[in-house]
């Protein structure tokens, strides 16, 4: 008898299923090994790594802080789309080519491995060794499944051939689909061994030498619709290069101040906790972070200072980089002066009052107040070097930003909303204006084409936190109006009006939005 040749549809699922054999087998083995990884975040890292800037600008404006989870999800369209197209060559014309094509997925996913930024190696290219042999002996199964001879299941001949064609066919893809969904979950369950809450919910974080004081309430202006002057822990922006949460517990952690230094110095996380340790009020900005964005956040930050680190290491003469170095691979510098000049650079350990949370950098990371995020704030980090400018060219750098980033004065409208429709009375236009470092004078609002008007200001601790505004419109009349705000820094310079995108160092210009009065 002839054998029934599937249909593409049926070829097609089988195909899809074959790759979920592979990436689920791939997830159940990389569970086993702390430094083992799916094949998708390997692969996912690299696509990272390899994207020029205006393409991670525009993923950052398109899904914020959502980026990695639409990293992922476009990856595993391509890959379901890949999947059923070699399913379809594989089970309607040459089962060879599915062969080569899973080879081939299984080979992009070893050297992805292999070549990551941090733990790069042959075993660490192991899952998806294993995982595509395991795909390609489930399609060599499959094919002859759905291809052997088997009566009338093989013939097709007849309604009932036919019937009993598809229940078959259904049964063995089916069973190879439980095989990969049992195989993933329990990669995701083994992996769980590795996860570092459980360290971090252990953690007793210490007291600082000299606690701050409570906020005063004059630091929030009691304006629906303005920043609370804290950010809470839940609601800080995220942006970084890991696909996946680092997991460091605590207990194995080290950090190593290495290069251009007198005496090269290893701590514990312990060691860390048992330092004087001081306590400032910080935020921190994403050079991403367009005029009117919310990448960015204000904090209570504990951590150890950096100057202190860095002059018991004794810092060589010609050094003038400081080099952050995450678990992950991940690296960022910024000048050693940056760290010596008096500001509150620090290894911080807590955020808010509580252990960094695992996605801003638990157990240590660092903070530098006035410098962008891509320059100076490594999470989950592993070592400071000192070296120099000439020696060492940073991440971000090596893909076209610039080699340093001072953050640069601004200010944003957080209330009304653009396009708002508002009431014709009192109006209270307010928002946050920042300028770390440097602090914020004043600022002001303007209302279509109108003279500038001095908004009022809540308090700030310091010159490294952000100041909630406010300007009360009295005199709104009904119709469009244009809004703009500008702030005044610490130094007394104004605001640039000048428009710039966030590529290489940050974006300027002044915030401006529509509302229509009624």
């Known amino acids: 008898m002839k054998a029934q040749q599937p249909g593409r549809t049926v070829a097609a699922v089988a195909g899809i299923v074959v790759a979920a054999v592979a990436l689920g087998v791939a997830e159940l083995v990389a569970g086993l090994w702390r430094t083992w990884r799916s094949p998708i975040l390997d692969v996912g890292d690299r696509v990272i790594d390899a994207a020029p800037p205006f393409v991670k600008e525009f993923a950052i404006d398109t899904f914020g802080t959502n980026d990695k989870p639409a990293l992922l999800i476009g990856i595993g369209t391509l890959l379901l789309v890949y999947a059923a197209v070699i399913g379809v060559l594989a089970f309607r014309h040459r089962l060879l080519i599915g062969i080569v094509g899973i080879g081939l997925f299984a080979a992009i996913g070893m050297w992805a491995a292999s070549t990551r930024r941090a733990g790069g190696s042959i075993t660490a290219a192991v899952p998806s060794l294993i995982g595509g042999a395991v795909g390609i002996g489930a399609l060599v199964l499959i094919h002859r499944a759905l291809h052997g001879e088997t009566g009338a299941a093989a013939d097709g001949t007849g309604t009932a051939g036919r019937r009993d064609f598809f229940r078959h066919s259904g049964a063995v893809i089916g069973g190879f689909a439980g095989v990969a969904a049992i195989s993933g979950a329990g990669g995701r369950l083994f992996g769980r061994r590795f996860d570092a809450e459980s360290s ?230 307010g928002g946050v204006a920042w300028a770390q470092t440097r602090g914020i004078e004043s600022v002001d609002v303007r209302i279509d084409d109108g003279d500038w008007q001095r908004a009022d200001l809540g308090d700030a601790p310091t010159a490294d936190t952000w100041r909630q505004w406010v300007y009360r419109w009295a005199d709104a009349q009904p119709g469009r109006h244009s809004i703009t705000v500008r702030a005044t820094d610490g130094t007394g310079a104004i605001q640039t009006a000048e428009r710039a995108e966030p590529i290489p160092d940050g974006a300027s210009g002044h915030h401006q939005i529509v509302v229509i009065v009624e």
């Not at 605590?250 to 996380?269: A, F, H, P, Q, R």
């Not at 050079?287 to 860095?310: D, Y």
């Not at 592993?382 to 400018?389: G, N, P, Q, S, Y």
């Open 200 to 429: 971090r919910e252990d953690v007793d974080l210490p007291v600082a030498e000299e606690p701050l004081d409570a906020l005063p309430a004059s630091t929030e202006l009691g304006v629906d619709g303005i920043s609370s002057f804290v950010t809470p822990n839940a609601d800080f922006y995220r942006i970084d290069t890991a696909l996946t949460v680092p997991q460091v517990p605590s207990d194995s952690y080290k950090l190593s101040i290495v290069g251009m230094v007198d005496n090269e110095i290893e701590l514990s996380y312990d060691d860390l906790t048992r330092r004087d340790l001081i306590e400032r009020d910080i935020t921190i900005c994403c050079v991403s972070n367009e005029v009117g964005g919310r990448l960015i956040g204000n904090a209570r930050w504990l951590g150890v200072p950096l100057k202190e680190l860095l002059e018991e290491a004794g810092v060589q003469s010609g050094a003038d980089q400081i080099v952050g170095r995450s678990v992950d691979g991940f690296a960022c510098g910024f000048p050693v002066e940056n760290a010596l000049d008096g500001r509150d650079a620090m290894v911080a350990i807590g955020m808010n009052g509580a252990p960094l949370p695992l996605e801003h950098g638990f157990p240590a990371r660092l903070i530098v107040p006035g410098l962008y995020g891509y320059v100076s704030a490594t999470k989950w980090l592993a070592e400071i070097e000192l070296t120099t400018f000439d020696e060492f060219d940073h991440y971000w750098l090596r893909r076209g930003w610039a080699q340093k980033a001072p953050i640069k004065t601004m200010s944003r409208i957080d209330t009304p909303r653009g396009l708002a429709k508002v009431p014709v009375s009192p109006i209270a236009i």
